[in-house]
């Protein structure tokens, strides 16, 4: 029994939050390693829906969930979700959460930074989820940010507001766009300052602690590789590596204890936000896919782009994230189209190439090439084994995990728990 890292390997809203879901119930303890409250994704408590977007999915299964310094938290948001769970009858204890005091803070005016960027950048802007996850980003590796442990000492609190003031206002000046006063910051602060440090500690003895008596940790990454600030469509990307190694940059875990990498693939491709596609479809088959799979952003509403999969994407993500086994999520999707394409190579300028350029210029200027399925055109819907699936299907599996070269460990085929075929338990490997 190991830990399992679990990484979205497209562009984000691959299903994570289902299988994070059904893997958290065997875990004792669930950890957030980076973004913040751009991720996100619905559950269903007593009937009721709720988005949970920076609160680690164990919440719910009264598991241990940490939010390792590597995320970018709002205090707001956060504690809006624990008020939100409290609704449903979930209390979120001290006991239960357990927040890094060297967590970066995102204050109102990260958000506020964040759109006047966008605005600024216009037709190119990146479609950012707007909650300030990129303008956090850049303090903290500026080393002027404000981390949640220093909501304890106010007189050194004060100072690095001033610090952290004199760069933004600076340029807020510059663009005259109004400036940040101190005393709202503290107001802002004080508005949330007890409540949160309730839930603020020191979290490395907690994976010491689990390390010695053998608990699980279920890693909960989010967004997807093709969104990593390093090896994603940069600059299309968040501010973050979302690549698996961050789960140790970002608990502080060594990375000998990330344990079994599970890659999480929707069967087709999607992605919010601007930025290349190369398999995108604008046409009906594209919003056929949309509409069928309910492409909706769970944090901002916005529609996602779709289109066909795209192994070349997907191979390149789980051969930098040294990915053990997927799971494939939303098959369904595609139990009504007659033909099914996957993408499995590209042309750049007239040349055939099998790999994911990096360079944008490049990325901006691919064609796919696509080999042709033949549509099972039957309900793979609440399937539970591969006996209920149809030949065709189990051949487009097959299919793909012979482009991706990692095996399918696990099969979801429908939003709910239950239906998951589960080829390998990643926790048991
Ligand atoms: P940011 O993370 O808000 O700065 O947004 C940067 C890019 O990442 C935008 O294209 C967003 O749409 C995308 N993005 C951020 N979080 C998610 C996510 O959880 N799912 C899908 N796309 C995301």
Not at 115 to 143: C, F, H, M, Q
Not at 181 to 190: F, H, N, T
Not at 227 to 256: E, M, W
Not at 298 to 316: E, P
Request: net charge positive; hydrophobic share 35%.
């Amino acid at each position: 029994m190991g830990n399992v890292t679990v990484i979205g390997s497209q562009w984000g809203d691959e299903g994570k939050g289902k299988i994070v879901d059904w893997l958290s119930n065997q875990a004792d303890i669930v950890a957030r390693f980076q973004g913040g409250n751009n991720a996100g994704h619905t559950i269903v408590v007593n009937k009721k829906k709720i988005a949970l977007s920076l609160l680690p999915s164990g919440i719910i299964r009264q598991k241990k969930s940490v939010i390792g310094n590597g995320v970018v938290v709002n205090p707001q948001a956060l504690l809006d979700e624990i008020r939100s769970l409290k609704k449903v009858g979930i209390n979120v204890s001290n006991k239960d959460l357990v927040i890094s005091e060297n967590a970066s803070i995102i204050f109102s005016f990260h958000k506020n930074i964040d759109s006047i960027r966008e605005k600024l950048k216009g037709p190119n802007k990146i479609g950012t989820t707007g909650r300030g996850i990129g303008p956090a980003y850049e303090d903290k590796v500026g080393r002027r940010a404000i981390r949640l442990g220093d909501l304890r000492n106010k007189e050194n609190l004060k100072n690095k507001i001033k610090n952290i003031l004199a760069y933004h206002n600076t340029i807020l000046l510059g663009l005259g766009a109004k400036t940040i006063d101190e005393k709202e910051i503290m107001i802002e602060i004080e508005s949330y300052r007890l409540e949160i440090l309730k839930f603020v500690q020191r979290i490395n003895p907690i994976f010491f602690k689990a390390k010695l008596s053998g608990q699980k940790i279920l890693f909960e990454g989010a967004q997807g590789i093709l969104l990593d600030v390093d090896h994603g469509t940069y600059p299309f990307v968040t501010s973050s590596n979302t690549l698996p190694s961050s789960a140790s940059t970002g608990t502080g875990i060594s990375i000998k204890q990330l344990g079994f990498i599970l890659g999480i693939v929707k069967a087709y491709t999607t992605r919010v936000g601007s930025g290349p596609f190369p398999s995108e479809l604008k046409n009906n088959i594209g919003t056929k896919l949309g509409k069928i799979g309910n492409e909706f952003g769970t944090v901002t509403g916005r529609q996602r782009r779709c289109g066909w999969f795209d192994s070349i994407i997907v191979k390149h993500s789980l051969e930098i994230s040294g990915a053990d086994g997927i799971a494939l999520t939303k098959m369904d999707v595609l139990d009504n189209f007659e033909e099914i394409k996957i993408c499995v190579g590209y042309k750049l300028k007239g040349k055939k190439i099998d790999y994911f350029p990096n360079l944008d210029f490049e990325q901006n200027n691919l064609q796919p090439i696509y080999e042709k399925h033949k549509g099972w055109m039957e309900n793979t819907q609440g399937a539970k084994s591969w006996s209920e699936l149809p030949a065709l299907a189990i051949k487009y599996v097959r299919r793909v995990e012979e482009l991706i070269g990692v095996p399918v460990v696990m099969l979801s085929t429908s939003p709910k728990r239950e239906d998951t075929i589960v080829v390998k338990n990643p926790f048991i490997s």
